[in-house]
């Protein structure tokens, strides 16, 4: 039986302090979203930098609601053909076409900054509230 944690109440930070270098995280439960995470190498924040930021990618993640694996499995299969039956109606749902081998870094990057900003928002805001600045 393993540790089940919820993600909003704990840091990456801690699980790296308790020696773990390895979790499974569940996303949307619904879909049964299940990655294997794995901790390759932990180094010291760089302080001219924002976090979090994006590394790398490769493809498109699945839209959401799209029913799990099996449901991306038929999602993908229905919109790389014309003529399957589904297509018109998954195209329609999705409101346009979808190529999963598409990597939308603008995109990404704002929806990362937005992340960053916010973060920073939340040190300083902390931070003053304990009457300094970080």
């Not at 979203?33 to 990618?57: C, K, M, Q």
């Not at 346009?96 to 928002?121: K, Q, Y």
Request: overall charge negative.
């Amino acid at each position: 039986m393993h540790e089940t944690l919820d993600a909003k109440n704990i840091k990456l930070g801690a699980l790296v302090e308790r020696g773990l270098s390895a979790f499974s995280y569940t996303y949307d439960f619904g879909d049964d979203w299940r990655h294997s995470v794995t901790i390759e190498n932990v180094t010291a924040a760089d302080p001219t930098l924002d976090y979090p930021r994006f590394v790398d990618g490769s493809r498109r993640a699945p839209p959401e609601d799209v029913g799990g694996i099996p449901g991306f499995d038929e999602f993908l299969d229905a919109m790389t053909k014309p003529r399957h039956p589904d297509h018109q109606r998954l195209t329609e749902w999705y409101s346009g076409s979808f190529d999963p081998d598409e990597l939308n870094l603008p995109v990404i990057s704002s929806r990362i900054g937005e992340l960053a900003r916010r973060r920073a928002l939340g040190k300083a805001g902390y931070a003053k509230s304990r009457g300094g600045t970080r």
